[in-house]
């Protein structure tokens, strides 16, 4: 059983995140959906972080995780840095490209609206940036697309963004 710096964060953000949860249990029901919804699978994929972090036959069973790593960080030895070093230019690139992307989405949703942003903003970014195959960026398009669509505008009826376009064009 290991516990390192990134076992205590995810241990953190667990603890964190169970604490809202608890306390979100105290508020009435439509109150506390959201709160449960965005807790839940968080509490459970910390939880499956810690198993990894810390048991190494976990980690084992679970290693084609790592496979996956769509922002391009690195997290093996060769990633932390040394005491003295400075970041190259590569790290700097990498955060410019990653900030882009965020800006990107937040333009498209502010013009867009969620239900536009989403699935443009998840085909270009899986395939331009992280170059996954056309049935897995559709997948996982849809079903995103859907859980967002099932959860915020059938089960809890909340009016999401429409984006501007829609507002000037008039629908």
Do not use: C
């Amino acid at each position: 059983m290991k516990l390192n710096d990134r076992t205590l964060f995810t241990l953190g953000v667990f603890v964190l995140v169970l604490v809202f949860l608890v306390l979100s249990l105290g508020y009435q029901p439509r109150a506390r959906l959201v709160p449960v919804i965005i807790a839940v699978p968080t509490l459970l994929l910390t939880l499956l972080q810690l198993l990894i972090d810390m048991i190494p036959a976990v980690a084992r069973r679970f290693s084609f995780l790592q496979e996956y790593d769509l922002f391009g960080i690195d997290t093996g030895p060769a990633a932390e840095p040394a005491e003295e070093s400075r970041p190259s230019s590569s790290i700097y690139r990498r955060e410019l490209n990653f900030t882009a992307w965020l800006l990107l989405l937040m333009a498209l949703i502010y013009f867009l609206g969620y239900l536009v942003a989403i699935p443009i903003f998840l085909i270009a970014f899986m395939r331009l940036r992280s170059s996954e195959s056309w049935r897995m960026t559709l997948t996982i398009t849809a079903v995103t697309w859907t859980f967002v669509y099932v959860v915020f505008i059938v089960v809890m009826g909340a009016p999401l963004h429409a984006g501007v376009v829609w507002k000037v064009v008039g629908l």
